[in-house]
C-alpha cells in the first residue's frame, strides 16, 4: 500500500490519471454510470488518459467513442494501446519493412503500418514475426496461419511471435465474452510456444503511458487484479479497484500480494471522496463503520456498516494483513456480497 494523508482522496497529488476502458469506462457501447462525469471532473485540473488491452480498434476510434460518450476532450493521443506497446516490442526484434503476419483487426494494422511493417494474413509470405490481438472476427483460419508460420520455436531460428495482452475475458453489454488469451492459448496449444506479451500487466504498456503524458505520480484506474492491478503494481503505479467490470469483492478478498489495489472503489464518483483509513488493533479491523474480526481460519463481521463498499476494504485488509490465503479461513457470505454495479 502506498501512504497517504489521513483525509485524502484517491486523487490527492496525482498529476495523471491513466484509466483502462472496458469495465472501467464503458462496457460495450454503453458508458457505466458515473464513470465520465467522475472522470471528467477529474481531468480538470490534471492529465487525463486511457489505456486499453483491446486491440481491435485504432486509437483515433478509441478517442471518437470517448468522446460520444461524453467525454468531449479525449484526443487519439489521450490513448495508449496494446498494439502500439506492441511495437516497442516489435521494433527491438525486427527492423521495420520486414513483413508480419497479423492475427488481429484495425487497430493492429494500423499501428503496423504506421510503425513501416507490411502486412500479411498468410504464412506463405514468410513473415519475420507474427503480431497477435483481439478482434471480434478472429477466426480458425486466422489462429491456423500464425500456428502454420509458429511452428519452429525460435531457439531454433523461428520468428518472434508478440501478444498485445492475453486478459482472458472482454466484458461487453451482454456479459463477458472470450478475450484474446483465449485465442493466444489456442495458437500455443497448437505450437507449444509462448507468446512474449505487450500489454497488461506487462510493462510495455504503462511504460509508454508515463512516457507519453510526462507523469511523475500517475494513478491507474482499471477493473481486473490479474492485468490492471498487477500491472500497475509492477511499473510502480498507485492503483484503483473499480467494482464495475470483471472482478468481485470475492475476487479483492483472496488477491495474491502482487495484485492488491491502493484502492478498492465502488464506483468512480468515490475518486473525489476523501479514502477511509484503515485502523487494526489486534485482530479487529476497522473501515468507517465496518468491522471485520479474525479468529483462526474465521472471519466474524462485527458490523456490516452502513456502506458496503466499506466492508470489502475492512474484509480484504484484514485478510491480507494476516499474509495466509483466503483458502485458509472460513469466509461468511457476507462479506463477499455483491451490491456492485457490472455489465
Given amino acids: 500500500m502506498f501512504a497517504r494523508a489521513a483525509g485524502s482522496t484517491p486523487l490527492d497529488g496525482v498529476d495523471a490519471v491513466l484509466a483502462d476502458l472496458d469495465g472501467v469506462v464503458y462496457a460495450g457501447p454503453g458508458p457505466l454510470p458515473h464513470a465520465v462525469e467522475s472522470l471528467t471532473r477529474a481531468g480538470e485540473t490534471r492529465r487525463l488518459g486511457y489505456i486499453t488491452n483491446n486491440a481491435s480498434r485504432t ?50 494494422t494500423v499501428e503496423l503500418e504506421k510503425a513501416g511493417y507490411v502486412v500479411t494474413r498468410s504464412a506463405d509470405d514468410a513473415p519475420a514475426a507474427v503480431v497477435q490481438g483481439f ?139 476523501p479514502y477511509p483509513e484503515v485502523k487494526t488493533s489486534g485482530d479487529t479491523t476497522t473501515v468507517r463503520d465496518a468491522v471485520v474480526r479474525i479468529d483462526g481460519p474465521d472471519i466474524h463481521i462485527v458490523s456490516e456498516g452502513t456502506r458496503p463498499i466499506d466492508l470489502v476494504r475492512a474484509g480484504s485488509a484484514a485478510i491480507w494483513a494476516t499474509g495466509r490465503g483466503i483458502f485458509g479461513f472460513r469466509v461468511p457470505e457476507r462479506l463477499y456480497a455483491d451490491p456492485f454495479h457490472r455489465p
Avoid: C
Fill in 135 to 273: 478482434a471480434p472476427d478472429v477466426g480458425w483460419q486466422h489462429l491456423a496461419e500464425a500456428a502454420y508460420a509458429l511452428a519452429l520455436p525460435e531457439d531454433e531460428g523461428g520468428i518472434p511471435w508478440i501478444a498485445t495482452n492475453t486478459d482472458w475475458t472482454i466484458p461487453q453489454a451482454r456479459g463477458l465474452a472470450p478475450g484474446n488469451g483465449t485465442l493466444v492459448s489456442a495458437v500455443h496449444t497448437a505450437v507449444g510456444r509462448l507468446a512474449v506479451v505487450a500489454g497488461k500487466p506487462e510493462r510495455p504498456i504503462f511504460d509508454e503511458a508515463v512516457a507519453r503524458f510526462g507523469a511523475t505520480n500517475p494513478l491507474f484506474l482499471g477493473d481486473r487484479l490479474d492485468t490492471d492491478i498487477a500491472g500497475a503494481q509492477a511499473a510502480g503505479i498507485p492503483s484503483v479497484l473499480v467494482l464495475t467490470g470483471v472482478d468481485r469483492p470475492k475476487h479483492v478478498l483472496a488477491a495474491p500480494a502482487h495484485s492488491r489495489p491502493t484502492y478498492i472503489l465502488g464506483d468512480l464518483r468515490e475518486l473525489h471522496e
Fill in 59 to 108: 486509437d483515433a476510434t478509441v478517442a471518437a467513442h470517448l468522446r460520444e460518450l461524453g467525454l468531449t476532450k479525449t484526443a487519439p493521443d489521450d490513448v495508449v494501446t496494446s498494439p502500439q506497446a506492441a511495437m516497442r516490442l516489435l521494433r527491438e526484434r525486427v527492423a521495420p519493412g520486414a513483413t508480419v503476419l497479423v492475427v488481429g483487426g484495425e487497430g493492429l
